[in-house]
DNA sequence: TTTAATTAGGACAAAATTATCTTAATTAAA
DNA sequence: TTTAATTAAGATAATTTTGTCCTAATTAAA
């Protein structure tokens, strides 16, 4: 469904989303430890996620990566999804026609467009602030 | 979505469920050409699912792949996607933990059952039959 | 039975994805 | 200003996926 690369990128966005709202700034090291990841591949992860001003960096002595507290519940899954794996997950999908779309379907387009755009849905209406919050809360988990 | 293999193993499927109804059986030749995919790779595809007795080979002079007429309406999306791509589709996703179900959710895991689902449901409720009449009547397309 | 046609299978190659390592650039604190 | 801590970036490697090629095995027809 997912790249591993975006896989990775989603829970540490939620990471350092819990982390951001105690004000904590994390690093590449903590963040793959808690995720169960690679630790350099998921620094270049984290590198596209600043270039797509989804998280921010801070170099130097304490520094780390976080989100600013008032933009947590505003970014969005689709947003991590589209800066690491792109949009073929809405756009090309189902048998991968070079040119697909309502006037030149492939034979499973009316099924699947059900399925895509719904799955659409669910990552434009899903925020990182209630992801976070469910693992505070001890509702869902990061790893194992 | 579904890898490669899998695009080029339900569309292969789809263009030999159409010869079938013709009784004619159809080379690797043939078919890639017509969903437009390489030859040798597609080849190994029809092998596994000859395997996994989704298609039927016939070696030797006139032979070819083909299916059995009475089966066709009978093959569903989901068994070539399991035969190709496995079950990952339905059971590893968003997050992909180790360890993932009801017990121990990711984060994602209650919004994702439900895009999960559904697409389990339409791989399941869509067969081979349909998909093929959908092409002979010009409605949709293998290729471009 | 021989032959030609055809799929099966294995070895290999290319490309993409995932992962690692080393060094450079930056920056905050001392 | 110097230093130590930290992210950024580039080179490289391992793995997986995708793709190619050659030969073997099979089989139907001549
Ligand atoms: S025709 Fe529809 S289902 Fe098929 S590849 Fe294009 S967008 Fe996807
Ligand atoms: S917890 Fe649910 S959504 Fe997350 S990886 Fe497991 S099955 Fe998928």
């Given amino acids: ?76 899954l689709s947003q991590i999804v589209n800066a690491i794996d792109g949009d073929k997950i809405y756009k090309g999908c189902g048998l991968g026609l070079h040119t697909c779309g309502e006037e030149h379907p492939c034979p499973v387009h009316d099924k699947f467009k059900v399925v895509r755009t719904e799955l659409k849905d669910m990552l434009e209406n899903t925020n990182l602030e209630e992801l976070a919050l469910d693992i505070k809360s001890g509702v869902a988990f990061l790893k194992i």
């Fill in 1 to 76: 469904m997912f790249s591993k690369a975006c896989e990775y990128g989603i829970k540490a966005s939620i990471f350092i989303a819990i982390n951001s709202f105690e004000n904590k700034r994390v690093s590449p090291k903590e963040i793959s430890e808690e995720i169960d990841s690679p630790t350099a591949f998921t620094a270049k992860i984290l590198q596209a996620l600043v270039r797509h001003n989804i998280i921010d960096s801070v170099k130097g002595a304490y520094g780390g990566f976080e989100i600013d507290k008032k933009r947590i519940s505003s970014i969005k």
